[in-house]
C-alpha cells in the first residue's frame, strides 16, 4: 500500500488490536508504541489489557473529526505496512501511552505483559 486516501473517514478504518488497524485490504502496524497482546496473550491480564487498548484506539478512530494516517513505505516481518495513526493531530500511540495502555516500543524484543505491571 504506496499511497493513503487523502480523506481517512473512522468507516475507512478497521481495528485489528490496540496497535494493529486495517486500511482497505492491508494491515498497518502502528509505530512508536506497544500494547498487550489479544489473539495470543500469555495470561489474562494481557488479554484484558489487549481488549481496553483496543476499545481505547476504537474510540479514538470513532470520535476524531480528522484522522491521518502515515505509512512509511516500509513493512514489518509479518508483511504489515508501518506507519502512524493521527487523531485530531495527536499520535494515537503517545496518547495510549500517557493513558498507561501501551508501553513506548521501537523494535527489538518487546517486554511481556503478564507481571501485572
Known sequence: MSTVPSTI???DIRVV????????????????????????AKCTFERNRGDAATKRLRNLVNGANTLDVRLTGRRDKFGRGL???????????????????ARP????????WCDGT
Open 9 to 11: 473517514r473512522a468507516q
Open 83 to 101: 506507519g502512524g495513526l493521527y487523531v485530531d493531530g495527536r499520535d494515537v500511540g503517545a496518547l495510549l501511552i500517557e493513558e498507561g495502555l
Open 17 to 40: 488490536d490496540g496497535d494493529t488497524i486495517a486500511l482497505g485490504a492491508h494491515n498497518i502496524r502502528l509505530m512508536g508504541f506497544d500494547t498487550p497482546e489479544t489473539y495470543r
Open 105 to 112: 516500543y521501537h523494535g527489538g524484543t518487546r517486554q511481556g
